[in-house]
DNA sequence: TCTAAGTTTAAGGTTAATTTAAGCATTAAA
DNA sequence: TTTAATGCTTAAATTAACCTTAAACTTAGA
């Protein structure tokens, strides 16, 4: 994993490095504002130990910009200050963590654990049929990148689509998902509410099998 | 944001019970190890601040149990011990912070805000939705650039609408937000509170949409 | 304690979503 | 090419969700 040493005393620079490599880190280390900028250019920094009190300027600049331009890169603020309101600032600004120096490397490695552990985390419950696109736990729905406002009743009904795509669905079926059971439902309403699905997205998107059912998708 | 508290000593119960909820939180508390891991069975629990050494047991375990069962709820540890020792043990086994007491209860509360940021996705403290920002730190509230007063529970509203920026929450799920359990909400308090909150903002700052949710910001 | 501000409740009005129903269009089989 | 079956379209009727208001209640601060 690769790992952004920010800090300008060199003795402790030095001897960071050593202890972090031998943790197994690739360790890059800068001691200025300005390298450390250069530095974070670079997409495979994944993860950064700042030394706020640099000579060129103030580390939270660089905190700031990180958070700016690359939010989820964990940042462990390393500092002589030790004072609850630097502390508080470093963390609101977005730092994952904080250690005052004079800090037992230990700890610190244990902090960079939990940091790192976190940059392996995402789940997402999104749908794609062709340009159409949805986040079943957001309720929205994208044509072509365009937020498409659907009602909730045709929302179900497109999710039911889209999680069987390439599935013919029959009209019966259809109905047995947006509805409670006993909820007897006397008409057309699955047809009506495909017309109006069919008004917001591309003419031949949801496909007609007649006499049989629904689809969406490849076939 | 839920939160569950787990202290054994009554009077600083008390005391952060009450300070956590005014900092916004819905705060459960439990007193023994049997409690907390019932409470665990919660799923909307989504914060942890944990007392180690307690009558009936080893808080240890409930860390233990957490991390085993749901690795990213994110958990404070809050204790006496103050050894380097026990801070990497803590952190190893997945706390993502340990306080030591006596603590500064604004530095514990900056804790928790970073831990709750993991949660919510969002880096900063503050969070900015067209001409609305929020300083949920401050706790202070502007609409281009002018401050707005809120009252605390349109604040906690407006805060999981702001955090959730282009995703649709229903009633059912703000109110989980804003309400600890055991409290029933036997009315439209969310519809009415969302009402205080349009008289302060634009016309079509939070959109409703019908039978679905709430939502802020882009779509 | 008293007061003012914040919060919840409840009722009625408003609007959008959903269902219904009827007529039109298309398909496939005779 | 006719016919019967199935699906499409439309608009009106119905229903459910939401908004608004005001009053009752609660809480925190003086």
Redesign the pocket.
């Given at each position: 994993m690769h790992l952004l040493l920010v800090e300008d005393d060199h003795l402790v620079a030095e001897g960071l490095c050593r202890s972090l490599r031998q943790q197994g880190y690739s360790v890059e280390h800068s001691s200025t504002v300005k390298s450390a900028m250069q530095w974070l250019q670079n997409d495979e920094i994944e993860l950064v130990v700042l030394d706020l009190g640099l000579p060129d300027g103030d580390g939270i600049d660089i905190l700031k910009h990180i958070k700016k331009h690359r939010k989820n890169l964990p940042v462990v603020i390393l500092t002589a200050r030790g004072s609850i309101d630097d502390k508080v600032m470093g963390l609101d600004l977005g730092a994952d963590d904080y250690l005052a120096k004079p800090f037992d490397p230990a700890e610190l490695f244990a902090r960079l654990r939990v940091a790192s552990r976190r940059v392996t985390q995402a789940q997402t419950s999104t749908l794609k049929v062709g340009d159409v696109e949805m986040d079943t736990a957001a309720f929205t729905v994208s044509f072509q990148g365009e937020p498409v406002?659907?009602?909730?009743?045709?929302?179900?009904l497109l999710k039911a689509l889209l999680e069987n795509q390439g599935r013919v669905q029959?009209?019966q079926q259809l109905e047995n998902k947006?509805?409670e059971w006993g909820?007897?439902?006397?008409?057309?309403?699955?047809?009506?509410?495909?017309?109006?699905l069919?008004?917001k997205f591309p003419k031949e998107f949801?496909k007609?099998?007649?006499?049989?059912?629904?689809v969406v998708g490849k076939r």
């Open positions: 406002n659907l009602p909730r009743k045709e929302f179900m029959s009209k947006l509805y909820e007897e439902v006397g008409s057309n309403t699955i047809e009506v509410h495909i017309h109006h069919r008004k949801i007609t099998l007649r006499g049989i059912g629904y």
